[in-house]
């Protein structure tokens, strides 16, 4: 796939945060960056936020150009809410490793044996799932979602494995749930997060849903990345074991000087868990995706006008 690299004979501009500034105005821009791109760009970005606030921006945008500083699946969520409007990804390399868990064809299938249930899948999935899908959700809404259901209604909920086993502990419904996960959160380390909590007794955990349930239930606080950014930021604590992806911790010690906030690791050696996908966008590539108005997020008109409906009724059920 085509990547938004730079052409031999072109050099960077000196000041690259000033260039981007100008091509935002002269394209009429916005910059939208999830809490997991490096901080230069989170630094930049118009909207910062999760997946729920980044789709209620997306949709709002009055912008003729969308520039998405994160992962495919979200662009193509911005693309459908804005058919008509120029949607850029730094990086079409720039991936999801849930949403790979959940191909079209074998999930029709999946969906096809269980004929009476309605599905909700996290907007963490392609354009070709949200199409399959009754209504999407994100981490921050998927509890609420489920509640407003009638309780006879039976659900497929796709494709995190992980979030829907919390949605089931925390509404008390029965899910069929598909078995995907994110490479991030399902490698955290129990060990090392009870060697961390042996190292700062005082230390709070904090976990998105995404997490293997050996880790969630050593939580002390459990949400999206924005609900982990404010409880971060309003508790009394001084400590923090962040257990999601360690971009969000820009913004926690931007908000909260004063506190301390350590990566939970994962099962490697590594004492970092970083998404490779997110981490595929740089300053450098978004300047030239704006500069070339390349790549571009493109997607047949069927799939978006089927994957519309259900992103209309999560933001309706918000």
């Known amino acids: 796939m085509f990547t938004a690299v730079a052409p031999p004979q072109e050099t960077l501009p000196r000041d690259l945060v000033g260039a981007i500034q100008n091509l935002k105005k002269e394209l009429n821009a916005v910059i939208l960056a999830h809490y997991y791109q490096e901080a230069a760009i989170q630094d930049i970005a118009d909207y910062l936020g999760d997946s729920l606030g980044l789709s209620q921006q997306a949709a709002s945008t009055d912008a003729d150009v969308i520039v998405f500083a994160g992962v495919h699946f979200m662009a193509e969520t911005a693309k459908i809410l804005n058919p008509h409007k120029l949607v850029l990804l730094p990086d079409l390399e720039a991936g999801c490793s849930l949403a790979d868990s959940c191909p079209p064809r074998e999930f029709t299938e999946f969906k096809q044996r ?11 999935c392609t354009a070709e799932i949200k199409a399959l899908s009754d209504i999407i959700c994100t981490s921050s809404n998927a ?10 209604q039976k659900i497929i909920f796709a494709p995190d494995r992980n979030l829907g086993r919390y949605v089931m ?4 419904r029965q899910m069929v749930l598909w078995q ?6 399902e490698t955290f380390s129990e060990r090392r997060l009870l060697e961390l909590k042996a190292k700062y007794p005082q230390a709070e955990i904090i976990a998105h849903p995404e997490c293997e349930e050996a880790i969630l239930r050593h939580a002390d606080f459990i949400g999206s990345t924005t609900a982990l950014l404010n409880y971060s930021n309003k508790s009394q604590g001084k400590e923090f074991i962040v257990g999601t992806e360690p971009g969000i911790i820009h913004q926690m010690e ?7 906030f350590i990566p939970l690791p ?7 868990n970083e998404c ?12 030239w995706a704006m500069k070339r108005r390349s790549p571009e997020i493109t997607l047949p008109e069927d799939t978006m006008a089927a994957a519309l409906k259900p992103i209309q009724r999560m933001l309706a059920m918000s």
């Open 114 to 124: 269980h004929p009476d249930h309605l599905v909700i899948s996290y907007i963490n």
């Open 169 to 172: 502990e925390q509404t008390g």
């Open 143 to 152: 509890v609420k979602i489920v509640q407003q259901l009638p309780e006879d």
């Open 276 to 287: 490779p996908y997110m981490r595929l966008n740089t300053l450098e590539k978004l300047y």
């Open 180 to 185: 995907g996960s994110c490479i991030v959160h």
């Open 254 to 260: 931007k908000l909260s000087p004063s506190k301390q």
């Open 266 to 272: 994962n099962n490697s050696n590594c004492d970092c």
